[in-house]
């Protein structure tokens, strides 16, 4: 009995649902082991919530060590302006314009538009450049032009022609669009392409690239951007001497010494296979490195850093520059190994086809991590769970990665609170199970995403890439994949059967009593009245939601439920619910297994982008009751080396910044490295 109490309150520091990269946080929040001596929240804004982190463990790391994640954590930081840039082409020179008014504006700083002005600053702080970082839309300021262009003036700041109007005006509205029916390239702002390139233009430079080893197809594309010259589509790679250049070179400094402190010789290899990949741009070696730093699965420190997940390109090329660094939570991690040492079973059980399933599952590790700080787009919004690498043939052949980021979801947990639980909820019956196995039904959901769905599945021979066969869908198709791998488990006495829960039942019923409640109706609070569903993985939650609930129908399986003029849903039949979800993710595999687009489009517009909006109304208003910003983020532990007359590194202090301001203010002052036009 102890045991299984014991685990449950450790499964608490898992995470909630990500993959590759889950730009998301839990649906519902609940205080649990509120530490008093921390202040979690810093600042709310907008719709944003910043909040702190601490960094477990680290008075246990050797000084070594505690060097290691200094010079990892420098190297990411270095790379900052670049995911900037690549989010939009005149971010770079609007942020210098907002931070020299910001930093030397003498005036009245009482006013509205003042106030107005400091929250757009905000804004653009929090989703690295000009368009949210969720919605893609670009962020509208609560100022006139007229006043900016005051505050420039009276700041000696310049900010003109389109840099300054595409504030105001409607080009470039949408970082990525992913519409139907629309040149995807054209209409979307991300700087991934150069004006003039289209859609087209991206399908038949790449597609007549072929790789050296077909059975290890490179990923063409993911560290370069494409433009047109004088009529001619041409790469600009982003690498030391190349584009981002100064940037990198900076990287590489910093990796430089990172391999100096490795713990160890596969981490030493790792790194010094990344530093070569900087240097040449070469994709090959980027092969090479993920293969090493894959196989490196020992030490106590890790870290992810360099051009890696592709939802920010409509169709999914194009790699943004992140970097997350992490310390291993040995506890948790071998409680939660069981997943990976059953991997093989739960492919061998799973409703794909037999065609589909995998023969034999190979290397996935899983780890519970605690970060030590984060970069480029995973700050000051975060993963709160990742696998990699994202390579089919290196996940088929050597395996993966995957972890989740228990610190983070600890600071998730003292910030937030259960109103929004108990507004959406039909029932008291679904509160209690979302208060006593929600939490644990999460965070078992966030491990078997990662563990076993991205490494479920295997294509049919001779199919190619989901990014090539399934193009703008195969980012949303691979998460919902995930998800319902999970979905289908987590209703199964085999959890209870390896110890994870004592109730399998009640943890299922939980999970899908929430995966519902936020798929069909609470994560709209974070879309605009008449805005359809854009990012990858609301489309995806959208999409199973919608088709369980339609195929059930005739069995009244989910049903729909108005209540004094509020809508709830409610399940009726958990195993016929099991069953459906199983019967999706049979048709999705096969989707992905065959590269069939047609199919993955006509799932995907039909439930997964269109909003009822009648619904989305009545949620917005029933939300305006709650004051807890619907996103959060994190401002980075600041890391303090302490030096001898020498100048070696003595010890290294963890400290926390007063406020996003100031970090903000002080990353551009430290790590500015790229010219405000490229």
């Given at each position: 009995?102890m045991f299984?109490?014991s685990l449950r309150?450790?499964l608490?520091?898992?995470l909630?649902?990500?993959?590759?990269?889950e730009k998301?946080?839990?649906?519902?929040?609940?205080n649990?082991?509120k530490?008093?001596?921390?202040?979690?929240?810093?600042?709310?804004f907008?719709?944003?919530?910043?909040?702190?982190?601490?960094?477990?463990?680290?008075?246990?790391?050797?000084?070594k060590e505690q060097?290691?994640v200094y010079y990892?954590?420098q190297a990411g930081?270095s790379?900052?302006?670049?995911?900037w840039?690549?989010?939009?082409?005149?971010?770079?020179?609007?942020?210098?314009a907002l931070?020299?008014?910001?930093s030397?504006?003498s005036?009245?700083?009482?006013t509205?538009e003042?106030?107005?002005?400091?929250d757009?600053?905000k804004r653009?702080?929090?989703?690295?450049?000009?368009?949210?970082?969720?919605s893609?839309m670009?962020?509208?300021p609560?100022?006139?032009?007229d006043y900016l262009?005051?505050l420039l003036?009276?700041?000696?700041?310049?900010?003109?022609?389109?840099?300054?109007?595409v504030?105001?005006?409607?080009?470039?509205s949408k970082?990525?669009?992913?519409?139907?029916g629309v040149d995807?390239?054209a209409?979307?702002?991300?700087n991934?392409?150069g004006?003039?390139v289209t859609?087209?233009d991206v399908?038949?430079?790449?597609g007549?690239m072929k790789?050296?080893?077909p059975?290890?197809?490179?990923s063409?594309?993911?560290?370069a951007?494409l433009v047109?010259e004088?009529?001619v589509?041409k790469?600009?790679?982003?690498k030391?001497g190349?584009?981002y250049g100064v940037?990198?070179?900076?990287?590489?400094?910093?990796?430089?010494?990172?391999?100096?402190?490795?713990?160890?010789?596969?981490?030493?290899d790792?790194?010094g296979?990344?530093i070569?990949?900087?240097?040449?741009?070469?994709?090959?070696?980027?092969?090479?490195?993920?293969?090493?730093?894959?196989?490196?699965t020992?030490?106590?420190?890790?870290?992810?850093n360099?051009f890696i997940e592709?939802?920010?390109?409509?169709?999914?090329y194009?790699?943004?520059y992140?970097s997350?660094?992490q310390?291993?939570d040995f506890d948790m991690?071998?409680?939660m190994?069981?997943?990976s040492?059953?991997?093989?079973w739960f492919?061998?059980n799973?409703?794909l086809?037999?065609?589909?399933?995998?023969?034999?599952?190979?290397?996935?590790?899983?780890?519970?991590?605690?970060v030590?700080g984060e970069?480029g787009d995973?700050?000051?919004?975060?993963p709160i769970?990742v696998?990699?690498p994202?390579?089919s043939?290196i996940?088929?052949?050597v395996?993966s990665k995957?972890v989740?980021?228990?610190n983070?979801?600890?600071?998730?947990?003292?910030a937030g609170?259960?109103g929004r639980?108990k507004?959406f909820?039909?029932?008291?019956?679904e509160v209690?199970?979302e208060?006593?196995?929600?939490?644990?039904?999460d965070k078992l959901h966030t491990a078997l995403h990662e563990?076993?769905?991205?490494?479920?599945?295997?294509l049919?021979?001779?199919?190619?890439?989901?990014?090539?066969t399934?193009?703008?869908y195969a980012s949303?198709l691979e998460?919902?994949?995930?998800?319902l791998?999970?979905l289908?488990y987590?209703?199964?006495?085999?959890?209870q059967e390896l110890?994870?829960?004592d109730?399998w039942?009640?943890?299922?019923?939980a999970?899908?009593d929430g995966?519902i409640?936020?798929?069909?109706?609470?994560?709209?609070?974070r879309l605009?009245l008449?805005?359809?569903?854009e990012?990858?993985?609301?489309?995806?939650?959208q999409?199973v939601?919608?088709?369980?609930?339609?195929?059930g129908?005739k069995?009244?399986?989910?049903?729909?439920?108005?209540?004094?003029?509020?809508?709830y849903f409610?399940i009726?039949d958990?195993?016929?619910l099991?069953e459906?979800?199983?019967?999706l993710?049979r048709?999705?595999?096969?989707i992905?297994?065959?590269?069939?687009?047609?199919?993955?489009?006509e799932l995907v517009e039909?439930?997964?982008?269109?909003?009822?909006?009648?619904?989305?109304s009545e949620i917005?208003e029933?939300?305006k009751?709650?004051?807890s910003?619907?996103?959060s983020?994190f401002?980075?532990?600041v890391l303090?080396?302490e030096m001898?007359d020498?100048?070696e590194?003595?010890a290294?202090?963890?400290?926390q910044?007063?406020?996003?301001e100031?970090q903000?203010?002080?990353y551009s002052?430290?790590?500015?490295?790229l010219?405000?036009v490229?």
């Amino acid at each position: 009995m102890m045991f299984k109490t014991s685990l449950r309150l450790m499964l608490v520091l898992l995470l909630v649902l990500s993959c590759g990269k889950e730009k998301s946080e839990p649906e519902v929040m609940v205080n649990e082991e509120k530490s008093e001596s921390f202040e979690y929240v810093v600042d709310q804004f907008a719709d944003l919530k910043i909040l702190r982190y601490q960094i477990p463990g680290w008075e246990q790391l050797s000084l070594k060590e505690q060097k290691l994640v200094y010079y990892l954590t420098q190297a990411g930081l270095s790379g900052r302006d670049i995911i900037w840039d690549q989010n939009y082409r005149h971010n770079l020179t609007i942020r210098k314009a907002l931070e020299t008014v910001y930093s030397d504006f003498s005036g009245d700083k009482n006013t509205e538009e003042w106030k107005a002005f400091e929250d757009y600053l905000k804004r653009v702080w929090f989703s690295n450049g000009i368009h949210h970082h969720y919605s893609n839309m670009k962020i509208k300021p609560g100022f006139s032009a007229d006043y900016l262009k005051e505050l420039l003036a009276s700041s000696g700041a310049t900010l003109e022609g389109d840099a300054f109007d595409v504030i105001f005006n409607e080009n470039d509205s949408k970082k990525v669009n992913l519409a139907q029916g629309v040149d995807n390239i054209a209409v979307s702002a991300t700087n991934f392409y150069g004006p003039n390139v289209t859609s087209s233009d991206v399908e038949s430079f790449y597609g007549n690239m072929k790789s050296p080893n077909p059975e290890k197809p490179l990923s063409f594309g993911l560290n370069a951007q494409l433009v047109k010259e004088n009529g001619v589509v041409k790469e600009r790679v982003y690498k030391s001497g190349g584009l981002y250049g100064v940037a990198i070179d900076e990287i590489i400094k910093w990796l430089e010494l990172a391999k100096g402190v490795a713990e160890n010789q596969p981490q030493a290899d790792a790194l010094g296979l990344l530093i070569e990949y900087y240097k040449s741009g070469d994709l090959k070696t980027w092969d090479d490195y993920n293969v090493t730093w894959t196989a490196a699965t020992e030490g106590n420190v890790d870290y992810i850093n360099s051009f890696i997940e592709v939802y920010n390109d409509p169709l999914g090329y194009k790699g943004s520059y992140e970097s997350i660094i992490q310390i291993k939570d040995f506890d948790m991690s071998q409680k939660m190994a069981v997943l990976s040492e059953n991997a093989q079973w739960f492919e061998d059980n799973s409703p794909l086809m037999d065609d589909h399933k995998k023969k034999n599952v190979v290397g996935v590790s899983y780890k519970v991590v605690n970060v030590a700080g984060e970069s480029g787009d995973a700050s000051p919004s975060t993963p709160i769970g990742v696998n990699l690498p994202n390579s089919s043939w290196i996940r088929k052949e050597v395996g993966s990665k995957s972890v989740s980021l228990g610190n983070i979801i600890h600071s998730y947990n003292n910030a937030g609170s259960t109103g929004r639980l108990k507004e959406f909820s039909n029932d008291e019956e679904e509160v209690m199970l979302e208060e006593k196995y929600g939490q644990l039904a999460d965070k078992l959901h966030t491990a078997l995403h990662e563990v076993i769905g991205h490494a479920s599945g295997q294509l049919n021979p001779g199919v190619g890439t989901t990014k090539e066969t399934l193009k703008n869908y195969a980012s949303t198709l691979e998460e919902g994949r995930a998800d319902l791998v999970g979905l289908y488990y987590l209703y199964s006495p085999k959890l209870q059967e390896l110890g994870l829960v004592d109730d399998w039942k009640s943890v299922g019923k939980a999970a899908y009593d929430g995966y519902i409640r936020n798929g069909l109706m609470t994560q709209l609070i974070r879309l605009e009245l008449g805005d359809d569903v854009e990012e990858a993985h609301m489309r995806n939650r959208q999409w199973v939601s919608a088709w369980v609930f339609e195929k059930g129908k005739k069995d009244n399986v989910i049903e729909k439920v108005s209540r004094d003029g509020k809508t709830y849903f409610n399940i009726n039949d958990y195993e016929k619910l099991h069953e459906l979800f199983g019967e999706l993710l049979r048709e999705t595999q096969r989707i992905k297994s065959e590269g069939d687009f047609k199919a993955v489009q006509e799932l995907v517009e039909t439930y997964g982008v269109k909003v009822d909006q009648d619904l989305h109304s009545e949620i917005l208003e029933r939300n305006k009751q709650f004051n807890s910003a619907p996103y959060s983020g994190f401002v980075n532990p600041v890391l303090v080396p302490e030096m001898n007359d020498q100048g070696e590194i003595i010890a290294i202090k963890v400290t926390q910044p007063d406020s996003f301001e100031e970090q903000m203010m002080n990353y551009s002052k430290l790590y500015h490295f790229l010219p405000e036009v490229n």
